[in-house]
């Protein structure tokens, strides 16, 4: 039993793989969320819970409870600290990905990556001994980084810290769910800047031409 769950997690992984590349040209041909940055990682996250609820539930190698693990614990996981530190590390990693994007001209995907990297690194380094932090800050990194990489067309450079602080709330909704499932930050900065897309007036900003991509 225990070289079946070795074999499926391994098969798991290739599979989040293939179905990821599947996802992700069936979004580039019919143009689906053009321009939201959090769209690459939510291939990731779709791809996931298909195998999830395809390969890796059936085989017995994660419960159905897996989804909301945390459910009934809410209060325990979000911790104000954290609500903080996912505020910070957000905001900061969205407005340095814009940025990169206006000063470089870089497209969504390298100048995301440069900014999360440059950051991870800093807190890698000066957070170090502290694992509570490390993660905190990471994941709101990871979050603030998929927002910066909107295209200037769906997310105005201004608006950019309240689409980050956006995403921070659907991340402390969705703590108690799909814990360890990657994309989630992802998700959660898709929604955010699809929110404020549906609930903010299309504006003109002077730096709109240099930001999109």
Known sequence: MCLLHVVV???????VAIFSAILWLAVRHWKIAEGNGGRYGVVAF?????VVVVIMIPAGVVPWERFAQGLGHWSSMVRVGMVFRYLAATIAAAVL??????????PSATAGAMSALLLTLLVEVILNSDSHWVYDVTQGVSMGAFVGMSDATVLISSRVPVAAIIAVGYRLLTAPFCMGFAGIEAFCAFLAVATHKLCQPRQESLFERNAAS
């Open 97 to 106: 990905t814009r940025m990169s994007k206006i000063a470089t001209g870089h």
């Open 9 to 15: 997690r391994h098969a798991s992984l290739e599979g």
């Open 46 to 50: 779709i791809a996931t819970n298909i």
